[in-house]
């Protein structure tokens, strides 16, 4: 989604671009395409107790808790909140509120569309299609969390977040699964699990059920809606971008205070997104935001930033790119082989590390290309 920058005293004019946006959602993807290779690389490095520790942060946890690994998901789709008031705006101003209303039903399906494309789409047949997934959950976030601005303002919107948390927890918590009973958040046991063994069709991730299934898509728009209550407020240019971005920041720490303080009682689980893990990732985000937004937008530090723009600019097409391209194996052709071997007689590990950095290098070459020739996918 386009999103604007700021102007010179910090605030941000419709049409421009939000740089530290564009540069935290680079980030995001940095990880997205590169982690798991970098985690499974560090665990084989060795080095002690910090690169191990490292290594565990790139993965994700296998049910409750959570990792940095665990937080790359939620914060894309924040950050595609936050591009929603901006992009609302020029959408508005071109064509009024029913041809914005069109937009969000296009992007929406479109998006939907290439993320069963992305996952096999009917190559092995109708039965085995992943009708819900992670451009499936962008879609429909994206269609509710977009049509929810056009229509309500920022209490209505906190009030449909809060509606939201709460229902799922009380759906989860009270509602009794058949052969299981009520309460239970296990992997299998809970409500959203069951509901999406009983009525989700075709392919789905972990067996029966599926981390992108149709029940935990309404907590996934409250993360959405975060990210949308996020972006009105750095839209605010009657707040000085100072106070903008302490603001946020200190929103983002109470909310992740209050994940975990839920979580006590409703375990932060990725992949059935409880309400305690939509506050914890949330917050993360809102925090992230914050920070980028002061050092590059407020404080016009960003030299550091470019390459993650150049990514973030054109994450979409990285994303799919990594599913088309296997840069692990393309980077074999470079540092692999002798020279990975070489390096491994330095420090056991090392190659490997090499070839899963060299990997992510791939995609920022990629990405600085794209960015140069002015190359930018939008649906």
Same mark, same amino acid.
């Given at each position: 989604?386009?999103?604007?920058?700021?102007?010179?005293?910090?605030?941000?004019?419709?049409?421009?671009?939000?740089?530290?946006?564009?540069?935290?959602? /680079?980030?995001?993807?940095?990880?997205? +395409?590169?982690?798991?290779?970098?985690?499974?690389?560090?665990?084989?490095?060795?080095?002690?107790?910090?690169?191990?520790?490292?290594?565990?942060?790139?993965?994700?946890?296998?049910?409750?808790?959570?990792?940095?690994?665990?937080?790359?998901?939620?914060?894309?789709?924040?950050?595609?909140?936050?591009?929603?008031?901006?992009?609302?705006?020029?959408?508005?101003?071109?064509?009024?509120?029913?041809?914005?209303?069109?937009?969000?039903?296009? =992007? +929406?399906?479109?998006?939907?569309?290439?993320?069963?494309?992305?996952?096999?789409?009917?190559?092995?047949?109708?039965?085995?299609?992943?009708?819900?997934?992670?451009?499936?959950?962008?879609?429909?976030?994206?269609? +509710? /969390?977009?049509?929810?601005?056009?229509?309500?303002?920022?209490?209505?919107?906190?009030?449909?977040?809060?509606? &939201?948390?709460?229902?799922?927890?009380?759906?989860?918590?009270?509602?009794?699964?058949?052969?299981?009973?009520?309460?239970?958040?296990?992997?299998?046991?809970?409500?959203?699990?069951?509901?999406?063994?009983?009525?989700?069709?075709?392919?789905?991730?972990?067996?029966?059920?599926?981390?992108?299934?149709?029940?935990?898509?309404?907590?996934?728009?409250?993360?959405? &809606?975060?990210?949308?209550?996020?972006?009105?407020?750095?839209?605010?240019?009657?707040?000085?971008?100072?106070?903008? +971005?302490?603001?946020?920041?200190?929103?983002?720490?109470? &909310?992740?205070? &209050?994940?975990?303080?839920?979580?006590?009682?409703?375990?932060?689980?990725?992949?059935?997104?409880?309400?305690?893990?939509?506050?914890?990732?949330?917050?993360?985000?809102?925090?992230?935001?914050?920070? @980028?937004?002061?050092?590059?937008?407020?404080?016009?530090?960003?030299?550091?930033?470019?390459?993650?723009?150049?990514?973030?600019?054109?994450?979409?097409?990285?994303?799919?790119?990594?599913?088309?391209?296997?840069?692990?194996?393309?980077?074999? =052709?470079?540092?692999?082989?002798?020279?990975?071997?070489?390096?491994?007689?330095?420090?056991?590990?090392?190659?490997?590390?090499?070839?899963?950095?060299?990997?992510?290098?791939?995609?920022?070459?990629?990405? =600085?290309?794209? @960015?140069?020739?002015?190359?930018?996918?939008?649906?």
């Amino acid at each position: 989604m386009e999103t604007p920058s700021p102007t010179g005293s910090g605030g941000v004019a419709t049409g421009e671009r939000l740089v530290s946006l564009d540069a935290l959602r /680079g980030f995001d993807m940095f990880w997205i +395409a590169g982690a798991d290779a970098i985690g499974d690389a560090l665990h084989h490095f060795g080095g002690g107790r910090l690169t191990q520790s490292l290594a565990v942060q790139l993965d994700h946890v296998d049910w409750a808790g959570f990792h940095f690994y665990d937080m790359i998901f939620p914060t894309f789709l924040f950050m595609m909140g936050v591009a929603i008031p901006f992009s609302m705006a020029r959408m508005i101003e071109q064509g009024g509120q029913a041809a914005a209303a069109r937009r969000i039903f296009r =992007r +929406a399906i479109l998006l939907v569309l290439v993320g069963i494309l992305y996952y096999g789409g009917i190559n092995h047949g109708f039965s085995h299609i992943r009708w819900m997934g992670v451009l499936q959950r962008f879609g429909l976030c994206y269609l +509710a /969390g977009a049509l929810l601005y056009l229509r309500l303002g920022p209490r209505g919107l906190v009030a449909v977040c809060i509606g &939201l948390l709460l229902g799922y927890w009380a759906l989860l918590t009270f509602v009794p699964v058949p052969g299981v009973g009520a309460g239970n958040y296990a992997e299998g046991m809970n409500l959203s699990n069951w509901i999406d063994r009983m009525y989700l069709p075709g392919r789905k991730w972990d067996g029966d059920h599926d981390p992108e299934g149709l029940l935990s898509t309404f907590p996934a728009i409250g993360t959405a &809606l975060i990210g949308v209550l996020s972006g009105m407020w750095l839209r605010n240019v009657r707040v000085a971008p100072l106070k903008r +971005a302490l603001a946020l920041g200190g929103s983002g720490a109470v &909310l992740l205070v &209050l994940g975990l303080a839920w979580g006590e009682h409703f375990p932060v689980i990725k992949k059935i997104w409880t309400s305690s893990f939509v506050l914890v990732a949330g917050g993360n985000a809102v925090m992230a935001l914050a920070l @980028f937004y002061l050092v590059i937008d407020v404080w016009k530090v960003r030299a550091w930033a470019t390459p993650f723009v150049w990514v973030g600019a054109n994450a979409l097409t990285i994303y799919l790119l990594c599913n088309v391209i296997e840069f692990g194996p393309l980077a074999q =052709r470079f540092v692999g082989g002798e020279v990975s071997a070489w390096l491994d007689t330095i420090h056991t590990g090392l190659g490997g590390l090499v070839v899963a950095l060299f990997s992510a290098g791939l995609c920022f070459a990629i990405a =600085r290309l794209l @960015f140069q020739r002015k190359l930018f996918l939008r649906l």
